[in-house]
């Protein structure tokens, strides 16, 4: 299997580098982790979390799934929240996606996969949630954008309602949900105007930020994001 033996090299390559570099290095990755970031992103390989935010390993505590989505009954990622916040501590949770999301765009123009047809049914749900702000949309690539900007907007509020973040603000503990997304084509990440905190209106800072893609939606004539 010399394909697997690529990857054993290349390791073992990495880690000669990362010595040269930083000899405590690994060191300090074999203690306790405390990152400052939770990582809630897609499972798309072309957006590694901790790179592009320029992280190093034991920066960020990551989860990811298809088209970064938040269910209240995801046992998985209710877990890797819970864990972060209640025990690891971090101070700020990114919920971030990404534009030419492959799961956003099957969503949105309901292609057929198969079994996780029926995981994007959480994505369908906000297609039609927002269809006539999809409509103003005069361009499918422009559609995309603006669903998986949505996508993200809707899964921070679906985050800051989970219980491990009612009740972590509850007693006061300081920890903040973002909703960013990153642009392929250019590596760039962007804030798509949703920072909640446990003292702000949920719901009034949601409104804001879909006000702002709707805005963009009414003069989204050309393909850019």
Not at 56 to 61: D, H, K, N, R, Y
Not at 177 to 203: A, Q
Request: proline share 2%.
């Amino acid at each position: 299997m010399p394909d697997l033996e690529n990857l054993f090299a290349n390791n073992r390559e990495w880690s000669e580098r990362m010595r040269a570099a930083d000899p405590e290095f690994f060191n300090r990755l074999a203690k306790i982790q405390k990152p400052d970031y939770l990582w809630i992103g897609c499972s798309d390989s072309r957006v590694p979390a901790n790179e592009v935010i320029g992280q190093l390993p034991g920066e960020v505590f990551v989860h990811r799934n298809i088209a970064n989505v938040v269910v209240h009954s995801d046992l998985n990622l209710l877990s890797v929240l819970q864990f972060a916040v209640d025990v690891l501590k971090v101070r700020r949770i990114l919920v971030v996606g990404h534009y030419g999301c492959g799961g956003v765009t099957a969503a949105l123009e309901n292609r057929r996969h198969g079994l996780v047809d029926n995981w994007l049914r959480h994505i369908q749900d906000v297609r039609q949630k927002h269809r006539k702000l999809l409509a103003a949309c005069t361009s499918t690539s422009a559609r995309v954008d603006r669903l998986c900007e949505i996508n993200v907007i809707e899964q921070v509020l679906n985050l800051a309602q989970t219980t491990v973040m009612q009740d972590a603000w509850a007693r006061g503990q300081e920890v903040f949900v973002h909703g960013w997304i990153f642009g392929l084509n250019d590596g760039i990440m962007r804030d798509l105007g949703i920072t909640l905190d446990g003292k702000c209106d949920l719901l009034t800072a949601y409104d804001s930020a879909i006000d702002m893609i709707a805005a963009k939606a009414c003069n989204c004539g050309n393909d850019s994001a």
